[in-house]
């Protein structure tokens, strides 16, 4: 029997060796898409960062990103009773690269201005190229939180500070379906970082109690202790921003926060971001009815 044991084993291996094959994969590059991250929030002047895809062997650096944006195309944003031509920025990013954007000429000017407001649709158009790429988002109106406060975290690890307290909130959904919320936080006067989204499709229409929220944060390392950037702290003053969003919107940040949290996993499924461009661009053209909530963390 030990004989027939290794017969079987050599028979495995041999087979196991003789279908080996060399496989020769083409990784040329294909030709460069548009990528776009716009949004228009309540209050909010449209904004539009229009730039290209990067080969995924090119070095990534503040240069690399600088060559990306493009530049030269006519953006145009519509109430449906107003059309405004948005103009190129640019920003010194601190070193030697430049960062670019579109928004509204001047807001003082009448003619040029436009700012979002709840319940309406935004239509973007971009042409470029020769190509025309368009997409409608719309402004829901928001419902705010019904509360907030700060308690200890629900889950804690060795290198959760002992000081750290969490952000809870109670919020009653709406009763009508297709309710969707991005969620972002502020400290003190810095700017807001995102945090994560819902939707209503499980709990519509019912009151939500003790919801545990993140702090967002972006550009943290391996070295980086997130458990101090998830938190809070004594005497910081935390905004929350509540932002509604439709159903497009959602599913491209879902989609975004998946694909970003499955990044090195081998076992996890690949993901295409469910843009809402037309033409074969990439990226989102959001609306954002927000609300904001303050409070001293005790």
């Known amino acids: 029997m030990r004989q027939l044991s290794i017969i079987s084993v050599f028979i495995l291996i041999t087979t196991l060796i003789s279908c080996e094959k060399e496989v020769h994969i083409n990784m040329s590059s294909s030709s460069g898409k548009i990528v776009v991250q716009g949004g228009i929030e309540s209050g909010v002047p449209p ?11 090119a070095k990534v650096d503040l240069s690399t990103l600088e060559k990306s944006f493009i ?37 003082f000017n009448p003619l040029t201005a436009l700012l979002g407001e709840n319940g309406k649709f935004y239509t973007l158009s971009i042409t470029y190229n020769g190509q025309t790429y368009t997409s409608v988002t719309k402004i829901p ?3 705010p939180i019904d509360s907030m406060w ?16 969490q952000l809870f909130a109670n919020f009653t959904d709406p009763d009508t379906p297709g309710n969707y919320v991005r969620y972002y936080t502020r400290r003190d ?12 499709e499980v709990v519509n229409g019912k009151p939500l109690t003790n919801i545990p929220l993140y ?38 940040w879902n989609s975004f926060a998946y694909a970003r949290n499955a990044l090195g996993n081998p076992f996890a499924s690949p993901i295409n971001l469910q843009t809402n461009i037309s033409n074969g661009a990439l990226g989102i053209w959001a609306g954002y009815g927000s609300t904001e909530t303050t409070l001293i963390v005790p």
């Open 47 to 57: 904004y539009v960062l229009l730039s290209s895809t990067i080969s995924f062997f």
């Open 215 to 252: 702090g967002g944060f972006i550009g943290a390392t391996e070295e980086t202790n997130t458990d101090s950037l998830r938190y809070f702290f004594k005497g910081e003053t935390v905004t929350l921003k509540w932002s509604a969003i439709d159903k497009k919107t959602y599913n491209f």
């Open 71 to 107: 530049h030269g195309a006519v953006i145009t944003v519509s109430d449906g009773s107003r059309t405004v031509t948005l103009k190129e920025y640019s920003f010194d990013t601190g070193s030697a690269a430049k960062f670019y954007i579109y928004s509204i000429d001047t807001p």
């Open 150 to 165: 700060f308690a200890e975290p629900l889950f804690r690890t060795p290198r959760t500070p002992d000081s750290a307290k």
């Open 189 to 200: 006067n810095n700017q807001f970082y995102p945090s994560d989204q819902f939707n209503d």
């Open 141 to 143: 109106t928001p419902k």
